[in-house]
């Protein structure tokens, strides 16, 4: 089954590219414990640091738009991140009741 969000990003990814963007796909690979996404969910970031889609929220999703942006900087194909969050601090960083989240950031071209 395909899922009509996840192809929309994909598209304004091409469409990011076609205008000669660097773009960064950024995808949920593993979570424990309380994650706003599930596994699998997607954003998209350029070298501007426009960004569509969602991989959590709160400060975990600006971190990550930053690693993307980072990772084009630096010109490096890919990278895995990984944000682990105590209960006590949770809510800061968008993480609802404390958890982990695995985010793997790759340049698409």
Same mark, same amino acid.
């Given at each position: 089954?395909?899922?009509?969000?996840?192809?929309?990003i994909?598209?304004?990814?091409?469409?990011?590219?076609?205008?000669?963007?660097?773009?960064?796909?950024?995808?949920?690979?593993?979570?424990?414990?309380?994650? +706003?996404?599930?596994?699998g969910?997607r954003?998209i970031? %350029? &070298?501007?640091?426009?960004?569509? !889609?969602?991989?959590? #929220? /709160?400060?975990?999703?600006?971190?990550?738009?930053?690693?993307?942006?980072?990772l084009?900087k630096?010109?490096? +194909?890919?990278?895995?991140?990984?944000?682990?969050v105590? %209960? &006590?601090?949770a809510?800061?960083? !968008?993480?609802?009741? #404390? /958890?982990?989240?695995?985010?793997?950031?790759?340049?698409?071209?």
């Amino acid at each position: 089954m395909k899922n009509s969000f996840d192809e929309k990003i994909l598209d304004e990814a091409k469409d990011w590219i076609k205008a000669n963007q660097k773009v960064v796909l950024a995808t949920v690979i593993q979570t424990w414990g309380s994650s +706003p996404r599930q596994v699998g969910s997607r954003m998209i970031v %350029n &070298e501007k640091g426009d960004f569509s !889609g969602s991989v959590s #929220g /709160g400060c975990v999703e600006s971190a990550v738009v930053s690693e993307c942006m980072s990772l084009i900087k630096d010109n490096k +194909p890919c990278k895995k991140i990984e944000f682990k969050v105590s %209960n &006590e601090s949770a809510w800061e960083v !968008g993480l609802a009741c #404390g /958890g982990e989240i695995a985010v793997y950031i790759e340049q698409i071209h």
